[in-house]
């Protein structure tokens, strides 16, 4: 399995980079923010601050602001950039309003933050070369989720927004099958309860199943075998095979995810109907995957 590499059939749609505005955005806060980047890389610190918080104020996405790496002299500056945390964290909470643990919430979804720094987030990286995903990160963000469900079970979105509930799920995602198989049954439960998002279910019980079977339920998974000297860019995704495919696209729908076909055109992934394949044999769903509740349409 070293050689291969796992992606989400779940498309998510960012700007091209921060600058662009989009809806919702506010056009001086993208003002603001372009003046506070350029501010920020010749190292003139005050004006960069003064234009960084009114962009947050007018509606910069924290996201950006925390992974700009137009902004990393500016973070070293502790006191100045705790001014940012403030607006960022007061910024969070207005857009979860009546969630119970908003401080938590903030701590979580700086770690969606950093877990999706060099993916969805990637184009916020100017520097030259490629960046290296930071894995001690990672592990310290697994052992402080584990830490947090110990304690208080699966982080709700009433506790702690939407985007904090699902940061637990990315860093869960980005782990290995032991880890999935633990936390399954609680998000399972929290989903049901309306306080997790089914789809999302969906994509990890797919994943687990993925490693651990080579195969999925729901079609969210895809991989690139790679051999050795091999250039990942020239080998085509693949789906990992579906048990019950048959049925899959009513599972889908059923869990409101985003259409099947269409996240295959975007991610360059070619879905062969089981009709017009000559080898195609039925993967049955297995009764111990039904008996674990993965079948959540069931």
């Not at 980079?17 to 506070?36: K, M, N, R």
């Not at 990160?137 to 985007?163: D, F």
């Not at 048959?246 to 996240?263: I, P, S, Y």
């Amino acid at each position: 399995m070293k050689n291969l590499c796992f992606f989400f059939l779940y498309l998510i749609i960012f700007p091209a980079s921060a600058q662009v505005i989009t809806p919702g955005q506010d056009t001086a806060a993208a003002v603001y923010y372009q003046q506070a980047g350029e501010y920020a890389v010749r190292n003139e610190h005050a004006a960069a601050f003064r234009f960084l918080k009114e962009a947050i104020v007018n509606g910069a996405r924290g996201e950006d602001v925390l992974t700009d790496t137009d902004f990393t002299g500016l973070q070293k500056d502790l006191n100045g950039w705790a001014e940012i945390e403030v607006l960022l964290k007061s910024q969070y909470v207005a857009s979860n309003p009546g969630i119970s643990k908003p401080d938590l919430g903030y701590e979580l979804w700086r770690m969606w933050v950093e877990d999706q720094r060099y993916r969805t987030l990637k184009r916020n990286y100017k520097l030259p070369g490629n960046p290296v995903t930071d894995i001690a990160l990672h592990q310290q963000q697994l052992i402080r989720v584990k830490e947090i469900i110990k304690k208080s079970g699966w982080p709700a979105y009433s506790e702690v927004g939407r985007a904090g509930g699902d940061a637990v799920f990315f860093v869960f995602q980005h782990d290995d099958a032991k880890n999935m198989k633990k936390v399954l049954p609680l998000l399972i439960a929290a989903a049901k309860a309306g306080e997790a998002d089914m789809s999302k279910v969906a994509m990890m019980i797919d994943r687990y199943l993925a490693y651990t079977e080579q195969v999925q339920l729901y079609g969210s998974q895809a991989f690139r075998r790679i051999k050795p000297g091999q250039d990942r860019k020239d080998i085509p995704l693949t789906l990992y095979p579906i048990a019950g495919e048959e049925r899959m696209l009513e599972r889908r729908k059923a869990l409101g995810m985003v259409d099947f076909f269409e996240n295959c055109r975007q991610l360059g992934v070619e879905y062969i109907s089981m009709e017009n394949r000559p080898d195609y044999k039925p993967i049955a769903i297995k009764k111990k995957w039904v008996d674990a509740g993965y079948l959540l349409t069931e």
